[in-house]
């Protein structure tokens, strides 16, 4: 083998190489793969239930506070065209009758599980703690954003009402389904302050409590009654 035989072959080994190389970093660059931030894949929580379930987690009760704080001015006749939708499983006229749900005149303030003549499921029976629980404005706001989160088990088969406004305009509405509308929510939960249940009864007329909802201090006495 003479030198130049040699060098022959070295250049071919050389051009080998060459080529691997090129083809190795052209492929890496072509099918390069990026490392996702947080290993597995990333599960949107898309449907209502596990929304629901993580909702509170989400959002907080902020979510909650600005629904109960809208009502006051919100628009009932938005609410009574969401509350079609409701219409298909309920009858809200001052003694109609139960349909695949309860009738739900004076649903406002009305304990939970009560009306006559309808057969609950266990579930929203033993939520209501014996009837000693009511539909406050806060419960409904919970209960109607997911009411399979807010009651597990109950047999109302509704993904619930998402959107804060729409579910504003609904509470409106259902206020209305009354002989004496139930006196709008004071503000926060109790939780933000010391409870003062006696405190401004004013609020109860119609006109917009959006401003006397701002004030922290006349929380309503108990989360749930
Ligand atoms: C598919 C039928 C269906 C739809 C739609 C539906 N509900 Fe219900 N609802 C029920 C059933 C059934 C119950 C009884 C639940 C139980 O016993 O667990 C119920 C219970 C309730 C209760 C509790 C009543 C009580 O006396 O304790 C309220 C409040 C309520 N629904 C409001 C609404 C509103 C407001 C809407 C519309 C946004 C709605 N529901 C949509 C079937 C439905």
Not at 56 to 67: L, M, N, P
Not at 184 to 210: D, I, R, S, T
């Amino acid at each position: 083998m003479d030198s130049f035989e040699v060098n022959k072959l070295i250049g071919a080994f050389l051009g080998t190489v060459f080529v691997i190389f090129t083809i190795t970093l052209l492929s890496d660059s072509i099918f390069a793969t990026h490392a996702p931030e947080k290993p597995g894949y990333a599960i949107e929580a898309a449907e209502a239930e596990a929304g629901a379930a993580t909702g509170a987690a989400e959002s907080g009760e902020d979510r909650f506070v600005e629904i109960l704080a809208g009502i006051g001015s919100a628009n009932p006749d938005a609410g009574a065209n969401t509350f079609k939708k409701c219409q298909a499983c309920h009858d809200g006229t001052k003694g109609g009758p139960n349909k695949v749900g309860p009738n739900l005149w004076g649903i406002v303030d009305r304990p939970i599980a009560s009306h006559e003549g309808f057969s609950y499921s266990g579930a929203m029976k033993e939520f209501s703690e014996g009837g000693s629980k009511h539909w406050t404005f806060e419960n409904l706001a919970h209960f109607l954003h997911g009411p399979k989160a807010f009651v597990p088990g109950t047999a109302m088969a509704f993904a619930g009402v998402k959107d804060p406004k729409a579910e504003s305009d609904l509470l409106a509405f259902l206020r209305t389904l009354a002989d004496t509308p139930a006196p709008l929510p004071e503000a926060a939960p109790a939780a933000a302050a010391p409870a003062n249940g006696e405190a401004a009864p004013a609020n109860g007329q119609a006109a917009p409590a959006a401003e006397g909802a701002q004030q922290p201090a006349a929380g309503q006495a108990e989360p749930s009654k």
